[in-house]
């Protein structure tokens, strides 16, 4: 019998259940093979037996061919390392390869994910409650198949009667926000002056979830996207604070930064320096809790913004030299049910 005809190669290895790593090192590529849902664990630590992790301990240049990277390559590559060693640095750094269902099954999770964390830091504005997880999924729904906007019912309320209620609660969402709105309000108002139309700044879009990126990041996008277009009327929640100063700075003076950048007179200016550091304290909590003082400390729990927690605790550490502190009771004051 011909030769040709025989298909029977005593050391062919048939890889299933496979899924690839790869890492590219300047024209190279190279793969490696291994069992599926084990590269994460592995990576996390969860896993740290690698004949758990690798199909074959070998590197290769095309795993699907049984084509297996020369010693050469891998010297140039990967100067001064084993081959042992390369494979788990490519297993450590490399690209994993997942197919559609894995692709899918990891899309679903992220998505699940995400909207947990949204639904978790937005609250109903005027109710505090929070909304349900299947609410803000069609509301993110709603904007990413819009390409990230919100047209309709709520929309076409912020030009009609209820566009100043509207605007009051994008108000209330976050002290940061509101202090940019400021700053675009007032550099509107010149421009109005000079007969120019004020640059109205692009609307943070959502567009839907990725695996790129982490859940937190992605979350954090989708709230700002929710808020901006308030396909349902969101905020974000409160944060509940424990702040603590010693009395014996507590009536230091301190600067209080105006609403515009250039005050209207010389006047204006002396006023935004007039204020103490308790006076600086409290305009950054919405709603105070309890107030009191404690032998040399004076003490307030209250409600304070998201968005003015960073401008809290950076003013807490500088001004007062770290002897004041602030300490998060609670990230997120939510209500829950009817």
């Known amino acids: 019998m011909p030769s040709a005809q025989i298909n029977q190669p005593s050391n062919q290895i048939r890889l299933t259940n496979v899924s690839l790593v790869r890492m590219k090192k300047g024209k190279k590529r190279y793969e490696i093979a291994c069992y599926k849902n084990t590269v994460t664990s592995f990576r996390a630590g969860h896993e740290s037996d690698l004949d758990s992790v690798l199909q074959i301990p070998n590197v ?10 020369p010693n050469d390559d ?9 081959r042992d060693e390369i494979v788990v640095e490519i297993l450590k750094k ?6 559609e269902k894995e692709r899918g099954a990891e899309l679903e999770r992220m998505q699940r994910e995400v909207v947990e964390i ?11 409650r929070v909304y349900t997880v299947g609410m803000i999924e069609k509301a993110l729904d709603q904007l990413s198949s819009q390409g990230g906007h919100a047209v309709g019912r709520q929309a076409a309320k912020g030009h009609g009667e209820g566009g100043a209620s509207d605007r009051s609660n994008s108000r209330e969402q976050s002290t940061a926000t509101t202090d940019s709105g400021a700053g675009i309000s007032s550099v ?9 139309a004020p640059a109205e700044k692009a609307k943070p ?6 695996t790129n990126k982490s ?29 603590t100063c010693p009395t014996s700075i507590l009536k230091q003076a301190v600067k209080i930064q105006p609403q515009s950048s250039k005050p209207a007179s010389e006047d204006a200016a002396e006023e935004a320096v007039k204020g103490t550091v308790k006076d600086k304290i409290l305009s950054f909590v919405e709603q105070v809790e309890s107030q009191d003082v404690l032998g040399e ?4 729990v209250g409600f304070v913004e998201p968005g003015s927690f960073k401008t809290l605790s950076e003013f807490v550490s500088t001004q007062t030299k770290g002897r004041a502190r602030a300490e998060v009771l609670d990230m997120a004051v939510t209500h829950e049910g009817d």
């Open 94 to 99: 490399g690209e994993i390869q997942v197919g």
């Open 205 to 210: 879009k959502w567009t839907g979830v990725t």
């Open 215 to 243: 859940a937190k990041s992605q979350a954090l996008e989708a709230m700002k996207a929710l808020i901006a277009h308030q396909p349902i009327p969101v905020a974000r929640a409160r944060m509940r604070l424990r702040i």
């Open 118 to 128: 949204v639904a978790g830091r937005l609250v109903d504005p005027k109710s505090k």
């Open 74 to 82: 891998l010297k140039k590559s990967f100067p001064g390392m084993s």
């Open 297 to 300: 400390e004076w003490e307030v």
């Open 60 to 69: 290769f240049i095309n795993v699907s061919k049984g084509q297996v990277a």
């Open 188 to 196: 509107g108002g010149e421009a109005g002056a000079d007969g120019e």
